[in-house]
């Protein structure tokens, strides 16, 4: 499957990271470090060397998988991990894992020694289609999502199925949400596919064609200074939800399953202020509500979610913004909506069955 040219560097699908070898190899680094969580150096970390017979000389850093760790603490112990091995400015770090990897690996890549070069191979659905490009790097502050973070490319992605083989399919059904986000803000046709996929079979072609749409609107938009700020639909809501969430259930939600929930929330405000179609707006709530269980919330947890939206980087001056639809497949930005409709949307949500 050909590889998709971003912003100076390429997403390479390759089930077998083919390429991945000659690609270390060509740059000359003095030093490979691989980030990984407890589950990829089980499950992920053979395929990596496999794929790399001749690179034995590497280090590997672990990390404790989840949301919760994406934190500073466990960065500081990443970069003192990379003191200890003695890395320089010429050591690459490969970041083999999902989201929080893939976001941390990037982040502790990009200002260690005031950068080095990372290669990120992402092993989730959710990371392969949204996490692990376009050169967003962080970490969580207290219960704000990604609000510390770089913009920095990495030097390269790879991309293979393989690992979604070890994944339940209640994270593929967390990443497949992005997928169905990119069609809803930039192809309709995309959106009615993932209407007809079994989670069961999700290939590279879906993929890809998830990948292009990202990498269509980041490369005219880098640093979020306006288009980009579409692929945020869904997000002001469900960070805060998936932020609460995080922090006061025991079973808490996956990132795609907030997200859900904020894409059924704005889909209403899109409804009440950019036209959204009632059938449209149906049709986003059946869908999201087939795929994804109920997510009890009440009223009394509202305060806590406007206090996590407050600090949502797409706000100026104090008030909430937002990427609403138009019509499926057509977003838009730069939206501000008042608390009073933000709390209806969240009661539309309650009153769905």
């Not at 994804?292 to 797409?314: C, G, I, R, V, W």
């Not at 008030?319 to 009073?340: Q, R």
Request: net charge negative; aromatic share 10%; with cysteine.
């Amino acid at each position: 499957m050909q590889a998709i040219n971003s912003l100076g560097y390429q997403v390479y699908f390759e089930e077998d990271l083919n390429s991945l070898e000659s690609f270390i190899e060509e740059r000359n680094y003095s030093q490979i470090l691989v980030l990984v969580d407890i589950n990829t150096n089980d499950n992920c970390l053979p395929v990596l060397q496999a794929a790399m017979p001749n690179l034995s000389n590497y280090d590997v850093i672990e990390v404790d998988p989840g949301e919760e760790n994406k934190n500073i603490d466990f960065c500081i112990g990443v970069w003192k991990t990379m003191l200890d091995f003695g890395a320089d400015r010429k050591a690459v770090m490969i970041n083999l894992g999902g989201g929080v990897v893939t976001d941390m690996g990037g982040f502790a890549a990009s200002t260690y020694k005031r950068g080095i070069d990372f290669i990120h191979i992402p092993t989730t659905l959710l990371a392969q289609v949204d996490a692990s490009v376009g050169g967003k790097t962080g970490i969580d502050l207290d219960n704000v999502k990604n609000i510390i973070g770089t913009f920095t490319q990495p030097q390269a992605v790879f991309i293979s199925t393989k690992f979604l083989a070890t994944l339940d399919e209640r994270q593929i059904a967390s990443g497949f949400a992005e997928v169905i986000k990119h069609g809803l803000i930039q192809d309709k046709s995309l959106y009615e596919l993932c209407k007809t996929v079994n989670l069961a079979d999700i290939d590279a072609a879906i993929i890809h064609r998830s990948v292009a749409i990202k990498n269509n609107v980041i490369t005219q938009d880098p640093t979020e200074q306006g288009l980009r700020k579409i692929l945020n639909f869904g997000h002001t809501i469900g960070h805060a939800v998936e932020g609460y969430s995080l922090f006061n259930d025991e079973n808490s939600l996956l990132h795609g399953e907030a997200i859900g929930i904020g894409m059924i929330c704005e889909a209403w405000l899109s409804h009440k202020y950019c036209g959204l179609s009632e059938e449209e707006l149906a049709d986003i709530c059946n869908t999201f509500m087939t795929l994804y269980s109920k997510y009890n919330y009440t009223k009394e947890q509202y305060p806590a979610f406007f206090e996590l939206m407050k600090n949502d980087k797409k706000n100026e001056s104090n008030k909430i913004g937002f990427a609403l639809l138009n019509s499926i497949g057509d977003c838009t930005y730069n939206i501000y909506v008042s608390e009073e409709d933000i709390e209806s949307a969240l009661d539309y949500y309650l009153s769905l069955s």
